[in-house]
């Protein structure tokens, strides 16, 4: 098995620490963790990816640490994507690069495939549809107590909630029966100061305002909204607990409308929201399968 490494490198005016497997000269798989979550969070696939001859990277998104918090307070999916194709140019990225995102890191490949298609060759995105997919669901009941957790990210007891066990607690839901214990620590790790903590909990705050800081963000922003041009392999745990797959497949037509051409759409069985942990090897076949096609 392939070494993982450890790095920082400048992009977007943010430095950021990154993991990395596989050769320097093979094309970029950059790949995109999410909340509660770090970038061990692809412990299993980065192997996978450079045993195929990728060089992959794996950053901590913009405010966990190590890597820094911004100082204008950006984090709405635009500037997540901008940080994407930021990235790209500094690993020196080519039409060959493809990206893969769970979660937030789901909503950072689509903004950034879609704002700079040249730069990204096949695109794979874990446990987050794009958000026309799920918005007929969103409301439904049952999708709505699982989605708590986002209303109290809008409240000022946000932060004195996010304790181990609530963040523990909010794992054993989403994947029934994966100990989650060390990515617990893991993601309280990246939680290094109040302000880590805060950065976290702004991605849930930037939903609700997604006009802040748009000159910037502009394009990133409006691509992550509308259905790229890069084809997209999207996988989804059929346990999910934080969005269920009720509210993502209750259409399958809809759902793929909402990917761009030539995608598939798919179930991963005896999964949750952490699927590529709770099925890697099932997961890991997937991707590799679909990033290796031409």
């Not at 940080?83 to 140019?89: K, M, W």
């Not at 969103?138 to 986002?150: G, H, N, P, V």
């Not at 849930?204 to 394009?219: C, F, G, I, Q, V």
């Not at 745990?237 to 798919?266: K, N």
């Amino acid at each position: 098995m392939a070494d993982v490494g450890t790095g920082t490198v400048e992009a977007n005016g943010l430095e950021f620490g990154y993991l990395t497997a596989g050769p320097a000269s093979g094309p970029l798989a950059l790949c995109l963790h999410g909340f509660p979550d770090s970038a061990h969070t692809w412990r299993h696939l980065m192997p996978e990816l450079a045993a195929a001859g990728y060089r992959a990277v794996a950053p901590f998104m913009r405010g966990y640490a190590p890597t820094a918090i911004p100082a204008d307070g950006a984090f709405q999916t635009g500037a997540l994507a901008a940080d994407a194709n930021a990235l790209h140019e500094v690993f020196g990225g080519d039409g060959d690069a493809v990206l893969i995102g769970h979660d937030w890191g789901a909503f950072a490949a689509y903004g950034a495939s879609g704002a700079a298609p040249g730069r990204w060759r096949r695109v794979v995105t874990l446990a987050v549809p794009p958000m026309g997919a799920m918005l007929h669901s969103f409301f439904a009941y049952e999708q709505l107590k699982r989605s708590f957790y986002i209303f109290l990210m809008q409240t000022p007891l946000a932060a004195m909630a996010m304790s181990d066990d609530f963040v523990a607690g909010l794992w054993r839901d989403w994947s029934p029966g994966f100990d989650a214990s060390d990515d617990v620590t893991r993601f309280m790790a990246c939680m290094a100061t109040p302000a880590h903590m805060e950065a976290a909990i702004g991605y849930y705050r930037a939903m609700l305002d997604p006009t802040r800081h748009r000159e910037r963000y502009a394009s990133e922003q409006d691509a992550a909204s509308k259905p790229g041009s890069k084809p997209t392999l999207y996988l989804h745990g059929s346990s999910d607990g934080c969005l269920g797959p009720d509210a993502v497949f209750a259409d399958h037509a809809a759902l793929l409308a909402q990917l761009p051409p030539e995608s598939r759409a798919e179930l991963v069985p005896d999964a949750g929201h952490f699927l590529h942990l709770d099925r890697p090897g099932e997961v890991n076949r997937r991707i590799l399968d679909w990033i290796t096609t031409r």
